[in-house]
């Protein structure tokens, strides 16, 4: 196999990887939201539509925004 063929296959499943990671964030924050949405992306300063994306696994989150989200849900 050439290399070529091997970073595709590493981009194949890193993409894979990705979408099970913003599926699990996704579920993670439906569970422990316990404030709507608007209420609580306004407490961490967030826009409620970037809130909303990560509820339903579209957006992939920056580390730091997950964090605000995780210390919001404590």
Not at 15 to 20: A, C, D, N, R, T
Request: hydrophobic share 40%.
């Amino acid at each position: 196999m050439t290399a070529c063929h091997y970073i595709r296959t590493i981009m194949i499943v890193m993409q894979e990887l990705k979408k099970e990671f913003q599926k699990a964030i996704a579920k993670v924050v439906k569970e422990q939201r316990k404030k709507s949405i608007t209420k609580s992306a306004d407490e961490i300063g967030i826009g409620k539509s970037i809130w909303a994306d990560l509820e339903n696994g579209v957006k992939d989150p920056q580390i730091s925004t997950l964090w605000r989200i995780a210390e919001g849900l404590d």
